[in-house]
């Protein structure tokens, strides 16, 4: 089996920190506007603790159940600064399980989860703070909103009691070559800034987009989060 070593995990951590600044540079921008979110799903508790013991403190897990094992140790293991984002696909029974962990979910796919969530929230007395996941290149396995359902649905979703909307969320398609999903990044942009002008109900400063593959192209394209697993943690090794 493949496991993470401690200063492999910190050393990869470094060089993707390093990577995030050169291309915010190339772009003009600080590296202090990209948030990097160190994808640990699939990976063993101990190599969230080498990440968290080299100062990485944002975390995506894709699985609630994962999640709430993780979340458990790592209040076992004394690891209270973690911020937890939820990155995957959410069902829509699950919804409940939502509320809690997450400092944001980025992926609300569809009117019916971010209804969901809102009204759990609101059963909750929490605020939940979410991103609106799109499918850009319209593939037909990614989830989101088409940009014309985003449209349709934003001045309605913007105005849910219980979630506060920060922006917009993508998924790339796998290219060999990264600068082939730079169109992609670049549209998820304009619909970000098309929504902020329509919608001034919403947040919308957030772009999550990039992970291991293109998050330098995704700097460059304006990304405010990239959300990177294997670039640190290697391939992923099990199922927890
Ligand atoms: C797994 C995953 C990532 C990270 O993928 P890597 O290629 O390992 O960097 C980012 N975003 C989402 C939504 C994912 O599911």
Same mark, same amino acid.
């Given at each position: 089996? @493949? ?5 492999? #995990?910190?050393?990869? +951590? ?7 600044? =050169? ?15 160190? =994808? ?45 984002? %939820? ?13 809690? !962990? ?44 088409? !940009? ?8 309605? +979703? #913007? ?11 993508? %998924?790339? !398609? @796998? ?34 987009? $990039? %992970? ?9 394209? $304006?990304?405010?989060? =990239?959300? =990177? $697993?294997?670039? @640190? ?8």
């Amino acid at each position: 089996m @493949i496991v993470a070593d401690a200063s492999i #995990v910190r050393q990869k +951590l470094e060089l993707v920190r390093e990577r995030i600044a =050169v291309a915010a540079q190339r772009a003009g921008r600080s590296a202090d506007e990209v948030k990097l979110v160190a =994808v640990s799903k699939l990976q063993p508790f101990y190599a969230i603790e080498e990440a968290y013991a080299a100062g990485q403190r944002d975390f995506g897990e894709n699985r609630l159940e994962e999640l709430w094992q993780k979340v458990e140790l790592a209040n076992e293991h004394g690891l209270d600064e973690i911020r937890w984002h %939820m990155i995957g696909s959410i069902q829509s029974r699950k919804t409940p399980q939502v509320i809690g !962990p997450f400092v944001l979910v980025h992926s609300v796919d569809r009117e019916k989860i971010a209804d969901r969530l809102d009204r759990d929230a609101g059963n909750a007395g929490r605020m939940l703070d979410v991103l609106l996941e799109v499918n850009v290149s319209g593939e037909a396995s990614k989830h989101g909103f088409t !940009p014309e359902a985003l449209r349709n649905a934003a001045g309605r +979703l #913007v105005a849910l009691p219980n979630l506060r909307i920060h922006g917009l969320m993508t %998924m790339a !398609p @796998i290219a060999e070559d990264a600068e082939e999903v730079r169109p992609v990044f670049r549209s998820l942009r304009t619909l970000r800034d098309e929504m902020a002008q329509e919608h001034s109900l919403g947040d919308w400063t957030e772009l999550s987009m $990039g %992970m291991t593959q293109d998050f330098e192209v995704a700097v460059e394209e $304006g990304a405010t989060i =990239v959300r =990177v $697993g294997s670039a @640190i943690f290697g391939p992923r090794p099990c199922q927890l």
